[in-house]
């Protein structure tokens, strides 16, 4: 973000901090334009992120042909509606195609897509047809299990909500037992 679109968010929340009846003068908020730049800066990398260098040519040759899957990856991104947070987690799964991607790069690409405007369904679709594309793999599996505080906090006020989304390609989609193996799997215990 250059100093310019920074210079401006200032102003923008300077300015809602007029709009709901706060004094930006007040000791307690002197400073927050600048931090809400700063966390907007970081809130919003993944427009501005490279994927290519984000991965990095962690994809290598590889013959395994087993299930890959990387469960429970924490996950916090903002409803594009309301620009209130939604979190929760990912499990994401691959059958290698002949490559297989170093694993720290899963939830780096979930990391770079969740760090935009989102809806969770996207969001999830984003992450699955990344992997596919980068991988041609025989299956990509992404399952989010998301918290939305435009639900939590405002609006409905259900507490105890989650919203699940999927996304199955390959032979997840089209095998009935590659599914059930990646839904059961994800349902375990952790180590």
Known sequence: MN???????????????ESIGEDPNREGLLKTPQRV???WEFLSKGYKEDLDTLINNAIF???????????NIE??????H????FHGK???AYIPNGKIIGLSKIPRIIDHYSKRLQVQERLTNQIANTLQDILQPKGVAVVMEGKHFCMLMRGVQKQNSIATTSS???????KDTTRNEFLNLIQTNNV
Do not use: N, Q, W
Request: glycine content about 2%; proline content about 2%; hydrophobic content about 40%.
């Open 82 to 85: 309301h620009l209130i947070p």
């Open 3 to 17: 100093d310019k679109d920074k210079k401006h968010l200032e102003e923008i929340t300077k300015s809602l901090l």
């Open 75 to 80: 996950f916090y991104s903002l409803c594009e």
């Open 61 to 71: 040759e590889e013959s395994a042909k087993d299930m890959v899957i990387v469960k």
């Open 168 to 174: 199955m390609l390959g032979l997840f989609r089209e």
């Open 90 to 92: 990912a499990h994401v």
């Open 37 to 39: 730049a700063k966390s």
